[in-house]
């Protein structure tokens, strides 16, 4: 039994509940159902963890200091939708309490775990019981009951805050009605629970446990919500009270969280004006990372897997790795499994390894979508036991776009390589984004802040408006070659009224281009486009 975890070792049990977590992410996808269709419970938590993960992996676990800003930093940053927003809240509040200790005694964990549930609480504007809170309500009392009943060891009070917390989770239908319409607990709590277990886990030595099998979908009791965009941002350099921010937001719709620390805010709101929202916050800092689901697609796509888990998989599944909501609801619609990140938020073999297994797949092509992310790519598809995994160089995410138009599921990856790579070749990537800092490459001289053009990943061009850059861009590269498609994907921060300008100017100079605008581009730049 343990009496006592130094940092290292607290930072292995997360490392491993993050991997135990992953068993259950289907299940708690399919467990939820509140506050609307919203059904990526499981997904959320998951990615907060994975965040954490990472920064583990940066940290110096011999502090605990390092440890616990692991833990809080790394899960704000990560933190996706309602569920996980409110796990971060958890655990800055656990890290909070441990973060000047040697070491974790039954004590400090008690005291952790209350401390979490209590920063839970404060972070949400009207909590509601029957969710999440109520059972990390029930694990705090259940570890503090532990202690006072002369609880010696860890494992001893992760024992009694999974006992109380495992009772409030099945007391959470007769707290919140559309639970018990439903039938099921609340998803986020039974998340909740798995990282408690994982963390008991690890300190027992259990091995991972095996993926439940998944009868049915809750979803399958609801009809579609009013709002219908879930709508996330993370910003830098905030300056202004976490209370203004979440005033100038509140009337765009509900189910909302905006939380923060160290200059950066997380928001989390369903709306259905995601691109108001989105142009509304950026006022308040330099926006790093957008996120929208369209909650009533996603409810579709989760009724259609209802009754299909006894079917063989089709032979090939697709896993890219994308940023920008528009660009990640495309990659979707094209069939394939999304990876966070991009440029400035790689993400780790860990998040690739990640997707390529939760594919049921026996083959998987993997699209790494940017230069830096091919070989954390191939270093994933060499670990993924019991695969066939192929993955295609894409250095950007038009070619990327341009491969995953060739994706078919029902055909084996030996068809679909050369086809895919073959058009992720011919495509051109054009992104217009601003200069991080004055530099001279290429004989292209560019001023901090100006707005900047690549091409194919290489910088290109300056100009003194996005539009410009833009146009400039299409100009080269529509003259060098045949060209018929230009996609456009657009930042929120794009007005109306310049990109009707932009596009008559374009279709007005290259009337042979069939031109399609979406909202959604990669976060940190004004526009993406793609020529094919």
Not at 142 to 157: F, N, P, T
């Amino acid at each position: 039994m343990t009496n006592k975890l130094p940092p290292a070792k607290l930072a292995e049990a997360f490392r491993y509940a993050t991997d135990w977590f992953a068993v259950y992410v289907e299940e708690v996808n399919a467990l939820n159902v509140y506050p609307v269709p919203d059904g990526d419970t499981g997904t959320n938590m998951h990615l907060t963890l994975q965040s954490v993960r990472r920064e583990l992996d940066l940290a110096d676990t011999s502090k605990m200091g390092e440890v616990a800003r692991a833990i809080s930093y790394g899960s704000l940053l990560g933190a996706r939708g309602n569920s996980g927003v409110i796990t971060s809240q958890i655990l800055k509040g656990f890290a909070e309490r441990i973060k000047e200790a040697a070491s974790v005694s039954p004590e400090l964990l008690a005291q952790a775990l209350e401390e979490g549930s209590r920063m839970g609480y404060k972070a949400v504007m009207k909590p509601v019981e029957g969710t999440i809170l109520t059972v990390s309500r029930g694990v705090a009392e259940g570890a503090r009951e532990a202690v006072e009943k002369g609880a010696a060891s860890l494992e001893e009070v992760l024992q009694g805050a999974l006992q109380r917390g495992r009772e409030a989770s099945l007391r959470t239908p007769e707290l919140l009605p559309v639970l018990k319409q439903a039938g099921v607990v609340d998803a986020g709590g039974v998340g909740l629970l798995h990282l408690i277990e994982g963390l008991e886990g690890y300190l027992e030595g259990l091995p991972l446990p095996e993926p439940p099998k998944i009868e049915r979908y809750a979803q399958t009791a609801f009809e579609e919500e009013e709002f219908g965009y879930c709508t996330e941002f993370l910003m830098e350099g905030v300056a202004e009270p976490i209370e203004q921010i979440r005033e100038a937001v509140s009337s765009f719709g509900d189910s909302l969280l905006v939380v923060g620390a160290e200059g950066y805010v997380k928001g989390h709101i369903h709306t259905n004006d995601p691109d108001g929202l989105l142009a509304t916050v950026a006022r308040y800092g330099r926006m790093i990372r957008t996120k929208v689901e369209d909650m009533s697609q996603q409810h579709t796509e989760i009724l259609s897997m209802a009754g299909a888990a006894d079917e063989a998989p089709p032979p090939t599944g697709l896993v890219v790795v994308a940023n920008g909501w528009g660009l990640v609801k495309a990659f979707r619609g094209f069939g394939a499994r999304v990876v966070a990140g991009g440029q400035t938020a790689n993400p780790s073999v860990q998040d690739i390894l990640d997707a390529i297994r939760s594919l049921p797949n026996p083959e998987v092509i993997v699209l790494p979508n940017n230069s830096n992310v091919i070989m954390a790519a191939q270093q994933a598809a060499s670990l993924a036991e019991g695969k066939t995994v192929h993955v295609i160089p894409t250095r950007t995410m038009g070619q990327g776009l341009a491969a995953s138009v060739f994706y078919q599921p029902d055909l084996p990856s030996s068809e679909l390589l050369p086809e895919m790579e073959e058009a992720s070749m011919r495509a051109a990537t054009l992104e217009v984004t601003r200069a991080s800092r004055s530099v001279e490459i290429g004989g292209v001289s560019v001023t901090e802040g100006q707005p900047i053009g690549l091409r194919d990943d290489k910088l290109a061009l300056a100009a003194d408006t996005p539009e410009e850059a833009l146009f400039n861009l299409v100009s080269l590269a529509a003259r060098e070659n045949e060209r018929e498609i230009l996609t456009i994907f657009h930042g929120a921060t794009v007005t109306k009224e310049a990109l009707e300008a932009l596009t008559n100017r374009i279709t007005q100079a290259f009337p042979e281009l069939s031109i399609e605008i979406h909202p959604g581009g990669p976060d940190l730049y004004d526009y993406l486009a793609v020529l094919e």
